[in-house]
């Protein structure tokens, strides 16, 4: 008789990551486990708090693929307690984000504002800088900032810059109905990328976007009524089951 496999519970997946950071990491120390969140003390000295709720969104998605799925979030994590070195300018990027993200961060965290570079996008977005690392995306603070050497309106300039050398983006679909497609990191940063035009997608009236993950960007136009509720039944279905989720929100585009 065949037995499927029950899932892990938040508490359990969140033990097995942190042993296996453990075992992985010399001198490393678990101080707590609360439901998905794992916070640990390094040589004595350094205290880390991982928040795991996108790796087990992914997890819960895709049960099977566990392993592939906790290699890539121990690669990144492990990445924190490496002796820190320069930043790299030419791999910043920039990172769309939504006021909620900040809400909960900054309740999280007192030094929110000392430890990330960021600026408001429009009323629901932030823009977010980060150094794309090889097994990790690492926001940048403000000693990284300064450290630098170069002004806001240059950063974000190189920043977009670097975005496009990095991706190569892909358009999907027809009918006024797009998806565009770049590696699954950066799709929601595509709209900062000079591409938002009636040549390169041509909807039925002002072009209308939805980014509910980091990794979804879809168009539609605003004319387009059918295409309209499409759009918005798949921000609310990734909503209720996605991870790195970015805004509940549709925009529309203009200047």
Request: glycine content about 4%; proline content about 2%; some cysteine.
């Amino acid at each position: 008789m065949f037995f499927k496999k029950k899932k892990l519970t938040e508490t359990e997946f969140a033990k097995k990551f942190a042993d296996q950071l453990t075992e992985s990491i010399s001198g490393l120390q678990i101080i707590s486990i609360n439901e998905l969140e794992v916070k640990t003390e390094f040589n004595e000295s350094e205290e880390i708090t991982h928040y795991l709720d996108n790796c087990y969104s992914e997890y819960v998605n895709d049960p099977k693929d566990i392993k592939d799925i906790m290699n890539r979030y121990l690669n990144g994590a492990k990445s924190l307690y490496l002796p820190k070195e320069p930043t790299n300018i030419d791999r910043i990027v920039p990172v769309i984000k939504d006021h909620e993200f900040v809400r909960q961060l900054k309740e999280l965290n007192s030094e929110f504002d000392d430890n990330h570079v960021y600026e408001k996008y429009n009323s629901e977005l932030y823009l977010f800088y980060a150094e794309d690392k090889e097994h990790s995306i690492s926001y940048i603070t403000q000693d990284d900032f300064k450290a630098l050497g170069v002004s806001y309106e240059n950063l974000k300039l190189k920043a977009i810059e670097n975005l496009e050398n990095m991706v190569s983006i892909e358009c999907h679909g027809e009918d006024g109905y797009y998806m565009l497609v770049a590696g699954g990191n950066y799709e929601a940063s595509l709209i900062l990328l000079n591409i938002w035009d009636k040549d390169n997608f041509d909807v039925k009236g002002e072009i209308i976007i939805g980014i509910p993950s980091r990794d979804l960007l879809i168009i539609t136009g605003k004319d387009d009524t059918e295409n309209l509720e499409k759009l918005q039944n798949i921000i609310t279905e990734i909503h209720e089951t996605g991870d790195h989720l970015v805004s509940k929100e549709i925009f529309e585009y203009k200047n």
